[in-house]
T-cell receptor, first 115, second 115 residues
């Protein structure tokens, strides 16, 4: 079974609109962490935001926020006031267990911001 | 600050030739190190990770190998490349002890084409 599922292969959004990228996960471990990365066309992976399973509040980093719904096992990334430079692939990833070394990545969502 | 260097940026190799990709990290000690492969338009597949010198964990059986001869050096190798080895290879590091909130930081990647 997929550990991380990103159901939107591609999304098109008008500049300055907010966008939500979906991510659901599957784990039986009570301690886990969820990460979002951005991959522009140049290829580098850029860390955006982190949410821990025990965190009481949704994570926020500038224009990025995480809509964490633990009971539904979803960790959607919200980008407010989208910009042309936000066009990229976005990956959700999970680390299971407090001492885990590995990340499991989803298949990604390609976000295109239209002017 | 910490930096990660990965080279070469692009590589074109014939089938059956050997491979050596190198990754080094600066500004930190005893990092966790990772090698990933990304097929075109897909997510990241973890190939190897290392928690210390000479300690290599293999995630996917294949004709690739990894070595960590020094604390901040991680090398991906192959004796004979296959067509299926084509892809985008990314090296990453994270700080020990790999706590929940420690993201992985990625190099710029190597685009490997096998002819």
């Amino acid at each position: 079974a997929q550990k991380i599922t990103q159901t939107q292969p591609g999304m098109f959004v008008q500049e300055k609109e907010a966008v939500t990228l979906d991510c659901t996960y599957d784990t039986s471990d009570p301690s886990y962490g969820l990460f979002w990365y951005k991959q522009p066309s140049s290829g580098e992976m850029i860390f955006l935001i982190y949410q821990g399973s025990y965190d009481q509040q949704n994570a926020t980093e500038g224009r990025y926020s995480l809509n964490f719904q633990k009971a539904r096992k979803s960790a959607n990334l919200v980008i407010s006031a989208s910009q042309l430079g936000d066009s990229a692939m976005y990956f959700c990833a999970m680390r299971e267990g407090p001492g885990a070394q590995k990340l499991v990545f989803g298949q990604g969502t390609r976000l295109t911001i239209n002017p | 600050s910490q930096t990660i260097h990965q080279w070469p940026a692009t590589l074109v190799q014939p089938v059956g030739s050997p491979l050596s990709l190198e990754c080094t990290v600066e500004g930190t000690s005893n990092p966790n190190l990772y090698w990933y492969r990304q097929a075109a338009g897909r997510g990241l597949q973890l190939l190897f990770y290392s928690v210390g010198i000479g300690q290599i964990s293999s995630e996917v059986p294949q004709n690739l190998s990894a070595s960590r001869p020094q604390d901040r050096q991680f090398i991906l190798s192959s004796k004979k490349l296959l067509l299926s080895d084509s892809g985008f290879y990314l090296c990453a590091w994270s700080a020990l002890p790999g706590g929940r909130g420690q993201p992985q930081h990625f190099g710029d990647g190597t685009r490997l084409s096998i002819l």
